[in-house]
């Protein structure tokens, strides 16, 4: 069981900036691919980043390319993201989620991710 607490979510004005932390515990936080999905009121859950275990490989939504920055660092167990330019449509509920995999390729689909936290909003004021 991996256990999954996010940070840093809060109010900003657009073209802000903020950067969420992911703090886990309970297994071997490189045995893990991470990633970051957000869902606006009234619409899906959606993919922001994804992150393989070395890090090595990482893929971003298209709609947050060149603004937000995922990372992790193997020896804290945590995942990062930095957003920049923060737009209001990225308004969200912002969740930090892992899966098991040592696979160059982390996995894309939120129904790959069976570890999950407990969201933090993010607000952008126009």
């Known amino acids: 069981q991996v256990q999954l607490v996010e940070s840093g979510g809060g109010l900003v004005q657009a073209g802000g900036s903020l950067r969420l932390s992911c703090a886990t515990s309970?297994?071997?936080?490189?045995?893990?691919?991470m990633a970051w999905f957000r869902q606006a009121p009234g619409k899906a859950r959606e993919s922001v980043a994804t992150i393989n275990w070395s890090g090595g490989r990482i893929y971003y939504a298209d709609s947050v390319k060149g603004r937000f920055t995922i990372s992790r660092d193997n020896a804290k167990d945590t995942v990062s993201l930095r957003m920049s330019s923060l737009k209001p449509e990225d308004t969200a509920v912002y969740y930090c989620?892992?899966?098991?995999?040592?696979?160059?390729?982390?996995?894309?689909?939120?129904?790959?991710?069976?570890?999950w936290g407990q969201g933090t909003q993010v607000t952008v004021s126009s």
């Open positions: 989620a892992a899966a098991e995999s040592r696979s160059i390729v982390p996995p894309m689909f939120d129904s790959e991710y069976p570890y």
């Open positions: 309970g297994r071997t936080f490189s045995n893990y691919a």
